[in-house]
């Protein structure tokens, strides 16, 4: 039984009829005897994806095949080798040096292989299917929000699924096709293409929580109010921060409520419930509208970027590309 046949019949679903992805390849090594370029192919291929996750099982998974049928695959190519790729241990997968070096002359081919094939995918294929994204709140109502309208006008033969979000889930054991964070919560395996503009945020207050309380003339004030503590990346704790001229200061905040909903947080805020740190996209109009007034106007607190992210620089479908184009492109 050819192990790698299942790796090939996969890749081979997303390929027009009469396209040979193994004929891009005249220096794959032969199997001992009885390799088959299709098989050579394969191997490499499940080589790449496991390299690229650090785990068989995420591998399978991405490839839509057994760990068994994909540890074979493998096995095999080291067998043609005569040297091993991988070191694997009962918690981790780690590239040796040969492995190193394998995959860093595949990388090149294999997406060159891919990108012909989608030049001509173009001409046939209409982007559709379901694409399942994981999103942060910010990111739902800052970026995707916008952006929804003319995705589905667009696109109407895509089913889009968004869960809001905001803890960083596993996109591939939780089968998401991407998601949408801020940096500091992606996994560093992951592929982190930056979408919108920096997300810059506002120390704001309602005018009957300022009129009533001591006033605020530097961060360090701050430390003797009480502050919403939205807790909006994990990187957002008890402490804000803030720049001015070269000049970083961290200030100790307290505050009877902390929450993880950005609403909530600017409700709180417009009720004089205490001092907020929320995105200026999302309190514009109520400083607009006088119900909270922005803070500290010398100092920036710390801005920060929201990632579109998923786990493989190759094989990305053709939706999963549109909607990165257009998110790169923004409104």
Not at 28 to 48: I, K, N
Not at 96 to 111: K, M
Not at 263 to 290: C, F, H
């Amino acid at each position: 039984m050819n192990v790698a046949a299942p790796i090939a019949e996969t890749y081979a679903q997303t390929r027009p009829a009469g396209i040979s992805v193994a004929g891009s390849s005249r220096r794959m090594p032969a199997r001992r005897g009885q390799g088959t370029r299709g098989t050579q192919f394969a191997q490499l291929t499940a080589f790449v994806a496991v390299a690229e996750h650090r785990s068989f099982t995420r591998a399978a998974e991405h490839l839509g095949i057994s760990t068994p049928s994909l540890s074979q695959a493998v096995r095999g190519l080291e067998e043609s080798f005569g040297v091993r790729l991988l070191n694997r241990t009962t918690r981790s997968v780690a590239l040796t040096e040969a492995g190193e070096q394998l995959l860093q002359h595949l990388n090149p081919v294999l997406e060159g292989v891919d990108h012909a094939i989608d030049s001509v995918n173009a001409f046939r294929d209409t982007p559709s299917g379901n694409l399942r994204l994981t999103v942060h709140p910010v990111a739902a109502e800052t970026v995707l929000g916008p952006l929804i309208s003319r995705f589905a006008k667009e696109y109407p033969q895509i089913e889009l699924e968004v869960s809001v979000d905001i803890a960083c889930r596993d996109i591939v054991s939780e089968h998401f096709d991407a998601g949408i964070n801020f940096a500091s919560t992606i996994a560093q395996d992951m592929i982190a293409v930056p979408v919108g503009t920096s997300v810059k945020v506002s120390t704001v207050a309602a005018p009957e929580y300022l009129a009533a309380n001591p006033q605020i003339a530097s961060p360090a004030d701050l430390a003797h109010h009480n502050c919403i503590r939205y807790r909006w990346d994990r990187s957002v704790g008890d402490a804000w921060k803030f720049a001015r001229e070269g000049e970083s200061v961290e200030v100790a905040i307290g505050g009877a409520l902390a929450v993880t909903d950005h609403n909530l947080a600017m409700r709180a805020a417009i009720d004089s419930v205490g001092i907020a740190q929320l995105p200026d996209d999302l309190v514009a109009e109520a400083i607009w509208e006088r119900r909270l007034v922005r803070l500290l106007p010398d100092w920036s607190p710390e801005a920060n970027r929201l990632f579109l992210f998923y786990p493989s620089r190759r094989h990305v479908p053709t939706k999963m590309r549109v909607l990165a184009d257009l998110l790169r492109k923004g409104r």
